[in-house]
Nanobody, 120 residues
């Protein structure tokens, strides 16, 4: 069984910074994509940033230049460094990973989410 556990959320003032972490554990053969999504109250879940196993990275336009995604493959962990946070960034942030537990095939796994609140 595979688990994704996020950490690092909290309350921060506008202009501040936070770093989220997401660690994958369990019977993992290979991790492909590792992504961050967020969902604000009353809104759909949206992709924030993504990274593939070959190092490709993409960001939502709303976070470009402020957020940085990175991953440590040795630790099966993905990070999201968030800077210049705005109230509009307030949401529950979810880690998503495409993981293969055997040599062939893969499944999508989600973490439980970490709340980020940007408020003065």
């Amino acid at each position: 069984q595979v688990q994704l556990v996020e950490s690092g959320g909290g309350l921060v003032q506008p202009g501040g910074s936070l770093r989220l972490s997401c660690a994958a554990s369990g019977s993992i053969f290979r991790i492909y994509d590792m992504d961050w999504y967020r969902q604000a109250p009353g809104k759909q879940r949206e992709l924030v940033a993504s990274t593939t196993s070959d190092g490709s990275i993409n960001y939502a336009d709303s976070v470009k230049g402020r957020f940085t995604i990175s991953r440590d493959n040795a630790k099966n962990t993905v990070y999201l460094q968030m800077s210049s946070l705005e109230p509009e960034d307030t949401a529950r942030y979810f880690c998503r990973a495409v993981i293969g537990i055997y040599q062939h095939g893969a499944s999508i796994y989600w973490g439980q989410g970490a709340q980020v609140t940007v408020s003065s």
